[in-house]
């Protein structure tokens, strides 16, 4: 017979490190982070408002971008996050990031492909790797670190390691986040 | 898919935020009561048949509802993290065989779905995971160890998604025990 065992739902169960992909100051007194999937038209919703935020609290908030790509429902996630990746190691994450969110409609190779030319990254070399899903590992890494956590749809954010369970409009983020700002500053 | 605002507008009213019956919790060290359901018009599962390795009981309402449809979507991706502790996964709804095939197919689910159709819910009902007078059965999930007792067993509200946390960690907390016994 097993003992029970209590079930701590809703907590970053991996800490936030230098590997993660990190937007804004790293002195910053919330860290903002969002699991989430590049084709789902849910976090193509939050995405602008993240941006909002970030403007509105540039030295409050930091921000980390994890995949949590749902392929059986959204087919190109994962080619969508390994792109993401290749231009990670070309230190355009940011940049392609934000591309992949503001064309979620364009993720069939022919503009994938003039997506990554529009970032500037060299497209046989990351075509080539998406192939390879040498980055597929690492996207993998972070599924199951938001499994762990208790990510149970896209996007979701925790804040400062808890699960943010309320909505994610501009003023519910900023309530949230300037909440957690006050007792942690 | 995370949709809190539309969940809450277009599910049926019906599944609401009355108490649950937490008795799903009392299975907890109990032997998992065993069953036979089609998982399609030619096909039966049979729980006893599955014992060696953890088994993953997912009650859920309702096939399409959005609730059931993005957890069922989750687990399904999570599947390669269920195979690692060598888990089976198997969801159990009232809903008939040719729904559930309409169901996986639409949403890419591989794993079964089992009919608790006829007796509507009576495998629903031996877990005390069935919800009257919704006649549906409850969100409810159980994890069996490898001798077909219940590991860990939690209930949810009908709108809430249960996310695979819970789960993972009773996996994780069965692998000590398996090596112990191995």
Known sequence: M??????????????????????????????????????????????????????????????????????????????????????????????????????????DPVHLAAGVEEVGLPVDEVVQEVNDHIYLDRIRRDFVSGARSGVNGTPTFFINGLRHDGGYSLPELLTAVDQVATVAG | MNHPSQVTLTHPARFDHRPMTNVARSLRGQRAPDFSLPSATDRQVTLSRLRGEPVILVFYPADWSPVCSDQMALYQAVLPEFARYGATVLGISVDGVWCHRAFAEDRGISFPLLSDFEPKGEVARAYQAYRLPDGVAERALFVLDRDGY?????????????????????LHSLVPETQVVT
């Open chain 1, 2 to 107: 097993t003992t029970p065992f209590r079930v701590d739902t809703g907590r970053l169960a991996a800490p936030v490190t230098e590997i993660d992909h990190i937007r804004g100051p790293a002195t910053a007194p919330v860290t903002l982070v969002e699991y989430g999937d590049y084709q789902c038209p849910y976090c193509g919703m939050a995405h602008p408002v993240v941006q909002e935020l970030l403007r509105e609290r540039p030295n409050v908030v930091r921000f980390v971008y994890r995949h949590f790509p749902l392929t059986n429902v959204h087919p190109f996630a994962e080619v969508a996050a390994e792109t993401a990746e290749a231009a990670g190691v070309r230190e355009r994450f940011w940049q392609m990031h934000d591309w992949l969110f503001e064309h979620q409609d364009q993720f």
């Open chain 2, 150 to 170: 219940v590991a860990w067993s939690q209930l949810y509200p009908p709108t809430v998604n249960p996310g695979v946390d819970g789960i993972l960690a009773a």
